[in-house]
């Protein structure tokens, strides 16, 4: 029989800003919180976000074996 997945929920707070530095359109920057531990992680694109948030998930399921 197989087991059930377990419900994961990782909870964020981004902050984001834009960055007129001669650039048309604005480049977005920011920074993400992670809620549970107050970690902050930065970006320079929406992108840079992505990759912040996928990373945070990634290392996650790597250290509770993937449940």
């Not at 029989?1 to 984001?16: D, K, Y």
């Not at 694109?45 to 993937?66: M, P």
Request: aromatic residues 8%; glycine residues 8%.
């Amino acid at each position: 029989m197989s087991r059930p997945l377990a419900r994961r929920t990782a909870t964020f707070i981004v902050r984001l800003w834009a960055g007129y530095l001669e650039q048309t359109p604005p480049a977005w920057r920011g920074e993400v919180q992670v809620a549970a531990t107050r970690e902050m992680l930065h970006f320079q694109s929406l992108e840079e976000l992505a990759g912040c948030l996928q990373r945070y998930v990634s290392e996650k399921d790597c250290e509770s074996g993937g449940n």
